[in-house]
């Protein structure tokens, strides 16, 4: 099995898509139906998550560009 070469594995990389997606739908349906801010909450994890999938992807980049020079 190749090594990856991001910080995430291939099947904790689609996880975290499920898990970003769904966090990032789950808050402003949680905004319309809760009258408190805890909505909040979902759009700070979203954007935690997205940040690890950025951070994976440039991780990707570098790795592909060295191994193309």
């Known amino acids: 099995m190749p090594?990856?070469?991001?910080?995430?594995?291939?099947r904790q990389?689609?996880?975290?898509?499920?898990g970003f997606l769904l966090?990032?739908?789950q808050a402003p349906v949680?905004?319309?139906l809760v009258s408190d801010d805890s909505w909040l909450f979902s759009l700070c994890?979203?954007?935690m998550v997205a940040t690890v999938l950025l951070a994976?992807?440039?991780r990707r980049r570098t790795a592909?560009?060295?191994a193309n020079d």
């Open 45 to 47: 994890v979203a954007l």
């Open 30 to 32: 949680s905004a319309r």
């Open 56 to 58: 994976d992807d440039a």
């Open 3 to 10: 090594q990856s070469t991001g910080i995430l594995s291939a």
């Open 64 to 66: 592909d560009a060295r």
């Open 13 to 18: 990389r689609r996880l975290a898509w499920l």
């Open 23 to 25: 966090a990032a739908l």
